[in-house]
């Protein structure tokens, strides 16, 4: 019988937990569970316990990791290399993880999730009115609720990004702005930051549990049998989670067991496993059939094919034929085995006993900080100027403001923790030349494009400039977006250990304080912006929004270059960025129309200032507007995309979430600190 090491639960009794017991359950009998020493197997339900397991222990093993986030969001995590080096098959938990994967050349096999449906299964209906008796929650109230975290880890304040916290505040908000008889029900931990945005908007509600100012986490975590009554005595669980952000949730499968009507985003196994009238694009298309369903009760036709849907694919005897297949699979894979070093990479150093002592005494000072100095590579040019440049400049002083960093620019000698090089636009021929020929580079390679997508077929060559260099030099890869990945993968090139991170704005200059505020009565402002004139940023859709625009209701400026004559529209010449944060501030919404754009710039400093986007739904935009806007693929579908824009224009407002900078600078630094650790 097969030796397996199981891992991956976190003694939290919660998710990670669950998909551990349902694992094993389902693995019982079929292989036999061994420590990690003698296992032939290492099959992780968590990517980041897989992560962080000892290189050494691994070698020569089968390792099998199950997929628990959406894989754009995975991959977003510096740790996520580690793990996509270490796995040779990824266990998806849904179609589109499965698709994700295959797109990128990976190994992948859907193995649903599964629910005990002997802790979640429908209670009687006279338990429901005894049940809101007990937690003091109205009769007459149509009950929403979702019992997932709030917030980030312990930031009390900060809303979860996966879990779209601020998203089901801002439907509920809505629901009840427009008269209906709601109460919300909460539980779990964390729910901070719901509990102070509903009482501020006046939305009424209940939460289970002990209530207080400090982080309640594991303390509010509830027994699952108390789940189920909770998901019983609601009307509807209201799912809205962020796109390729999770695996999940499990929400939808314990509400489709527990015969309580659900509604969710469009994320992780919800088309799975919900009715596609359940599920929706947009929050903002929440709206609609939720009035319909406090009128006429019809997500009633909803509950017999979910729970069909759980039993059919979503139990533990359910999943246990796909994950035979999946173990059936490891004949094809290869044992692990490190990935050898190139000549000039960084490697740990092997030192004696004393130097070993020394720096474990100094390691929690050290990795604090990271490395100490580093180089940035990148020909810099004065604004105004390109997005990348744009960026680069305010990455430069995140790091040595907000990190303490020492970053030079293009300087290379034995004085240099860490390198980050910018794609091809850096003097390479001087890079080169210096590099010291026993000097071993802990280099982190950002790139882009492929540029001859936006720049055409003529520039090729640099893709494979930027592809040899990456080779070369690389022990990581920065990516811009995930599309900007698939179509790197496409070219076909596979970048060095790859970390999907988003360009971010420079909040001191683009942020919405001082914005001009939005008012329905007087014409409504839109605004483009590009240093390029490219014909691929959209000057032509910009020429045809001239020429079919309601003059009387909307007014349009374009900053920058463009590659049409514009006749009616306020076409502004290229400025720095304090100017054109103060421009972009005057506007209501954004607009742009650029193609095959990895990750715009542009568009990240109009969102940081406030203004929901209407978009060309191409390239990386749809990854940077999520909720805050909304996409069109023909010319013609402008003028009613706006109008949706405006009439919900507060709402879209209010779910932008562009990348903090912060939050940016401190992945790449982490990145930069394994490197120059030689991890």
């Not at 000892?54 to 754009?72: E, R, W």
């Not at 939460?207 to 986490?217: K, L, R």
């Not at 067991?257 to 359940?278: E, F, H, N, W, Y």
Request: net charge positive; hydrophobic share 40%.
């Amino acid at each position: 019988m097969l030796k397996v090491h199981l891992t991956g639960g976190d003694n939290r009794n919660w998710a990670l937990d669950e998909d551990y017991r349902t694992i094993h359950s389902a693995l019982e009998g079929r292989v036999k569970f061994v420590d990690l020493r003698h296992a032939q197997v290492v099959h992780s339900v968590y990517p980041r316990r897989l992560a962080k397991l000892p290189q050494a222990s691994l070698i020569g093993k089968q390792i099998i990791c199950n997929q628990t986030l959406g894989v754009p969001h995975f991959l977003g995590k510096p740790a996520s290399r580690y793990a996509l080096e270490r796995a040779g098959l990824w266990i998806s938990r849904s179609r589109e993880a499965v698709e994700d994967f295959n797109a990128l050349g990976i190994a992948s096999l859907l193995v649903p999730y599964a629910v005990d449906t002997s802790v979640f299964f429908p209670l009687a209906l006279d338990e429901r009115n005894r049940l809101r008796t007990k937690w003091s929650i109205p009769l007459d109230r149509y009950l929403i609720g979702n019992f997932h975290r709030d917030t980030e880890g312990a930031d009390l304040t900060r809303p979860k990004f996966m879990k779209g916290a601020d998203v089901f505040l801002e439907v509920v908000t809505a629901l009840h702005r427009l008269g209906h008889p709601i109460h919300i029900l909460l539980a779990g931990p964390r729910r901070h930051y719901l509990r102070r945005g509903l009482r501020e908007r006046g939305v009424p509600f209940t939460f289970v549990g002990t209530v207080t100012q400090d982080d309640d986490y594991p303390d509010n975590i509830l027994d699952r049998r108390v789940l189920n009554q909770l998901y019983r005595v609601l009307d509807l669980c209201l799912v809205t989670s962020r796109r390729r952000t999770e695996g999940g949730p499990h929400a939808i499968l314990e509400a489709a067991a527990s015969r309580c009507k659900i509604m969710s985003t469009r994320v992780g196994q919800a088309p799975d496993v919900l009715r596609p009238d359940c599920v929706v694009d947009h929050p903002i298309q929440f709206l609609d059939p939720i009035s319909k369903d406090i009128a006429d009760n019809w997500l009633e036709t909803t509950l017999d094919p979910h729970e069909e849907a759980v039993h059919r694919a979503h139990t533990v005897e359910a999943i246990g034929p796909p994950l035979q297949e999946a173990y059936g699979r490891l004949k094809a894979v290869a044992a692990f085995r490190p990935r050898p070093l190139r000549p000039n990479q960084v490697r740990k150093r092997r030192d004696s006993l004393w130097s070993r002592r020394v720096r474990k005494v100094l390691s929690a000072f050290v990795r604090r900080r990271g490395p100490h100095t580093v180089s940035l590579w990148h020909k810099f040019f004065q604004p105004p100027y390109g997005g990348g440049n744009q960026f680069l400049l305010a990455l430069e002083r995140c790091l040595r403001s907000r990190h303490g960093m020492d970053v030079r620019r293009n300087e290379i000698h034995r004085g240099i923790d860490a390198y980050l090089l910018n794609a091809v636009q850096f003097d390479i021929r001087k890079f080169e030349r210096r590099r010291l020929a026993r000097l071993r580079l802990a280099v982190l390679h950002r790139i882009d494009g492929p540029i001859h997508l936006y720049r055409g077929t003529q520039t090729r060559d640099l893709d494979e400039k930027t592809y040899r260099l990456n080779r070369t030099y690389a022990g990581a890869t920065v990516i811009q977006s995930f599309w900007n990945l698939k179509e790197i993968v496409k070219f076909p090139y596979q970048p060095v250990l790859p970390v999907v991170v988003h360009n971010a704005a420079d909040r001191a200059i683009f942020h919405g304080a001082g914005r001009s505020p939005f008012d329905r009565n007087r014409r409504i402002r839109i605004i483009a912006s590009s240093w390029s004139a490219n014909p691929r940023k959209g000057g032509a859709v910009y020429k045809w929004l001239e020429e079919h625009l309601d003059w009387e209701r909307y007014e349009f400026t374009v900053v920058g270059n463009l590659s049409e004559e514009l006749d009616i529209a306020n076409h502004m010449p290229p400025m720095n960025s304090e100017s054109l944060a103060e421009v972009l501030r005057q506007h209501d919404i954004y607009i742009t129309a650029s193609r095959h754009d990895p990750c715009s710039n542009a568009l990240v400093e109009a969102l940081s200032c406030g203004l929901p986007a209407l978009y060309y739904d191409d390239g990386g935009h749809s990854e940077l507007v999520g909720y805050g806007g909304l996409p069109f693929t023909r010319n013609d579908e402008i003028p009613g995309q706006l109008e949706r824009l405006v009439a919900s224009y507060e709402m879209f407002q209010h779910m932008i979430a562009p990348p903090d900078m912060g939050d940016v600078a401190a992945t790449y630094l982490e990145i930069l600190r394994d490197l120059a650790d030689g991890r």
